[in-house]
């Protein structure tokens, strides 16, 4: 007898159960760092062309206004009694001092009443260049009128267009005499300044003691950043002493390019942004016609030096300002409207 065994292949059934692979792990990962990657720049470049369709941008720095202790003569300085970092009061002694004699150094010191003559004089000189400039602007208008409805005329051919060129010369010479008499004022106004320098300087003296000694003291409130000279030196006529900054009196010195010379003028509101991300809110005090040199701390290295248009800007509000203050010397971002 012969037995025949069907024999039947047995299958043994594993799970196709594939642990994703080191090699796959990495390719994920780089797949999300581009797409993250291209993500950032893609929103980068949208803010930017945003803000710069919506924004003019321009670069400032926090500041404080300065007072320089100068004198009126040449002394020699005794003991200084501050130091740099120092917060002083109305009325603290700043230093002592004593004139020099003529055998000594020159005294070369002004009189009171020379002073006072040269001060007055400076103030009837700046009334009359805001005349002046008043009385070019109001004729600048005019001309501004007259030049747009002869446009129209021209527009309906009622005029040919060379009548325009005589009124677009009148008007690019008044730009020009507005330009140099608003120079004109801000030249007379430093120089206002500096007198009422020397002014404080005279007004800063008391006697201490009978040995000629005298003591100068801080007539406003401030904090001392800068001394130059030491004890026992002699500070000639003139010569700075030390600084006072003014901390309640701060503001931001802002330069944008020269393209943006029409879109600036003074009043306009701005929004400063800090290196952190905070924001605020600022006026434009005062607008320099004569274009000035970017600060060396904004100026590219290995670069020809660039001038700007420059600003000064003041805080908008008092909450505004006491923000200001914790961020002074700090290089901000200021954005204007374009529209």
Do not use: C
Request: no cysteine; charged share 30%; glycine share 6%.
């Amino acid at each position: 007898m012969v037995l025949r065994l069907n024999k039947r292949q047995s299958y043994i059934r594993v799970a196709d159960e594939r642990l994703p692979s080191v090699g796959n792990f990495k390719k994920n990962w780089g797949k999300f760092a581009y797409l993250a990657v291209s993500a950032f720049i893609i929103v980068a470049a949208a803010s930017y062309l945003v803000i710069g369709f919506l924004y003019i941008e321009g670069t400032g720095q926090v500041i404080f206004d300065k007072l320089y202790i100068q004198h009126t003569k040449d002394i020699r300085l005794l003991k200084i009694n501050v130091k740099e970092g120092d917060k002083v009061k109305k009325g603290d002694m700043l230093f002592t001092y004593r004139e020099e004699s003529d055998a000594v150094v020159r005294n070369t010191g002004s009189s009171s009443g020379d002073l006072e003559r040269e001060m007055l004089k400076s103030e009837q000189g700046l009334r009359i260049k805001d005349l002046e400039i008043s009385d070019l602007r109001e004729r600048r208008k005019l001309l501004k009128d007259r030049h747009e409805k002869l446009k129209k005329e021209v527009a309906l051919e009622a005029y040919l267009p060379d009548k325009l060129m005589p009124l677009e010369e009148d008007i690019m010479d008044i730009n020009s005499s507005v330009k140099k008499a608003e120079e004109e004022a801000v030249a007379i106004k430093a120089y206002m300044a500096s007198l009422k320098g020397l002014a404080f300087s005279r007004n800063g003296a008391v006697p201490v003691g009978n040995s000629g000694e005298m003591g100068f003291v801080a007539m406003e409130d401030g904090v001392v950043t800068r001394i130059y000279l030491s004890n026992h030196e002699v500070a000639m006529r003139g010569d700075t002493i030390m600084e006072i900054y003014k901390p309640e009196e701060i503001s931001i010195k802002a330069f944008f390019p020269q393209e943006h010379i029409n879109r600036l003028r003074a009043g306009l509101d701005v929004s400063i942004i800090f290196p952190e991300g905070t924001k605020s809110n600022g006026t434009i005090a005062r607008y320099y016609f004569a274009t000035q040199p970017l600060p060396p701390e904004f100026q590219k290295r290995f670069e020809p030096v660039t001038r700007n248009i420059a600003v000064d800007i003041v805080p908008t509000t008092q909450e505004d300002a006491l923000m200001w203050k914790s961020f002074y010397k700090i290089s901000v971002k200021v954005h204007v409207k374009r529209y």
